[in-house]
Nanobody, 119 residues
Framework: QVQLVESGGGLVQAGGSLRLSCAASGTILGSYTMGWYRQAPGKQRELVAA???????NYADSVKGRFTISRDDAKNTVSLQMNSLRPEDTAVYYC?????????????WGQGTQVTVSS
């Protein structure tokens, strides 16, 4: 049973920074693509950033240059450093672990952590 637990959310003023962390148990993350998604009220969940097991990284255009995703497979964690936060970054942020196979993807999700950016 894969379990992901996020931490680090909170309330911050625009221009501030937060660091989200995701700790995994029940599996070894080294074989997974890890990602951070977010969902704002009334909107669909969207990809923020993802990092493959080989270190390839993808960011949403809206966060490029401001957010940095990293992983520490030895500690079984993935983090998201968020700088220059904007009110539009306000959302619930979810950690995702994805293992791909030729037949299907296996997705695991954390419970989410709230990030609120005040103007």
């Amino acid at each position: 049973q894969v379990q992901l637990v996020e931490s680090g959310g909170g309330l911050v003023q625009a221009g501030g920074s937060l660091r989200l962390s995701c700790a995994a148990s029940g599996t070894i993350l080294g074989s997974y693509t890890m990602g951070w998604y977010r969902q704002a009220p009334g909107k669909q969940r969207e990809l923020v950033a993802a990092i493959t097991r080989t270190g390839n990284i993808n960011y949403a255009d809206s966060v490029k240059g401001r957010f940095t995703i990293s992983r520490d497979d030895a500690k079984n964690t993935v983090s998201l450093q968020m700088n220059s936060l904007r009110p539009e970054d306000t959302a619930v942020y979810y950690c995702n672990a994805r293992k791909s196979s030729p037949i299907r993807n296996y997705d695991y999700w954390g419970q989410g952590t709230q990030v609120t950016v005040s103007s």
